[in-house]
């Protein structure tokens, strides 16, 4: 009987968990802002994606959705992406492949980014190809990269933590925020987010 149970248990789990990745509720902006909800095949994104699967109903056809034809999508209950265009970091992170530059090295790119806070301030994350890097808008203000460069020093790593400052002064009218809260900051997701929900 325990088998049964177990197997059964497993067997719920398991179609659980794909039924989640399958296709959910939400909708695109297409290239005129115009809303367009549907079923979006969530695909769990590990990394920003450049295109998406979208169904007008689960009989409809399915269609390949891409950067060019949208401005973004979101996936209800879950991940929001916007299309923007952005200074982004290219330079590594990699400590085999650090330099002796503290300055950042942008690149210009058009991409989907992952709204992870939206509010007076928004945070958002690019991560494709090894580069994450975050960014935010404050009451509808241009996208502003928040720097986070590591470099070498002599044979010692030292980074450049510019972001701490950036957001220090992006919110010194924030009374929720005292200057510890930069002092601990990261650069990472939990801690930025702490930050800017706050």
């Known amino acids: 009987m325990k088998i049964i ?9 398991s179609t659980a968990i794909l039924a989640q990745k399958g296709y959910q509720p939400g909708h695109y902006l297409n290239s005129a802002n115009q809303k367009i909800s549907g079923l979006i095949k969530n695909e769990d994104w590990k990394s920003n994606p450049s295109s998406i699967q979208f169904k007008t109903s689960t009989q409809s056809e399915r269609q390949k959705i891409s950067l060019a034809q949208m401005n973004g ?3 209800n209950g879950g991940d929001t992406y916007i299309k923007k265009t952005f200074d982004l970091d290219v330079s590594t992170n990699n400590l085999n492949n650090l330099t002796y530059s503290k300055e950042p090295v942008f690149e210009t ?7 992870l806070v939206t509010g007076t301030a928004n945070l958002f994350l690019y991560e494709k190809e090894g580069i994450k890097e975050y960014f935010y808008t404050k009451q509808g203000d241009k996208l502003i990269p928040l720097i986070n460069v590591r470099y070498l020093v002599g044979n010692q790593v030292a980074s450049n933590v510019a972001f701490k400052q950036e957001l220090l002064n992006a919110f010194n009218d924030c009374n929720e925020l005292a200057q510890k809260d930069f002092v601990n900051l990261t650069y990472k997701r939990n801690s930025l987010v702490k930050i800017f929900d706050k």
């Open 5 to 13: 149970t177990t197997l059964l248990l497993s067997l719920f789990i």
């Open 73 to 75: 999508f979101s996936v």
């Open 109 to 115: 790119r058009t991409a989907l980014l992952n709204l």
